[in-house]
């Protein structure tokens, strides 16, 4: 069994920063692209940034600048640091990552279970 734990979520004021962790555990083989998903009430999921196994990285448009992804390979954990936050930023952020387990023939996604966010004064 694979799973994914995020921790590093909480309160903080706007210009302030966080840094989330998602550490993958399990019968894992193979790690290939890790990412943050963020959902904001009464909105859909969507991509805050990813990083592949090779290292490259995407980042939504509205985050560039501000935040940056970053992976450790041996430790299969992948990172966000969220600097200058807004209260737009307030979601529940999600790791994700594709990864191929010991007892499966294809690759496939996994998820966490999510951790809150919340910028406010």
């Known amino acids: 069994q694979v799973q994914l734990v995020e921790s590093g979520g909480g309160l903080v004021q706007p210009g302030g920063s966080l840094r989330l962790s998602c550490a993958a555990s399990?019968?894992?083989?193979?790690?290939?692209?890790m990412g943050w998903y963020r959902q904001a009430p009464g909105k859909q999921r969507e991509l805050v940034a990813a990083?592949?196994?090779?290292?490259?990285?995407n980042y939504a448009d509205a985050v560039k600048g501000r935040f940056t992804i970053s992976r450790d390979n041996a430790k299969n954990m992948v990172y966000l640091q969220m600097n200058s936050l807004k209260p737009e930023d307030t979601a529940v952020y999600y790791c994700?990552?594709?990864?191929?387990?010991?007892?499966?023939?294809?690759?496939?996604?996994?998820w966490g279970q999510g951790t809150q966010v919340t910028v406010s004064s």
């Open positions: 399990g019968s894992i083989f193979r790690i290939n692209a």
């Open positions: 990083i592949t196994s090779g290292g490259s990285r």
């Open positions: 994700n990552a594709e990864i191929l387990s010991s007892y499966s023939a294809v690759p496939r996604d996994y």
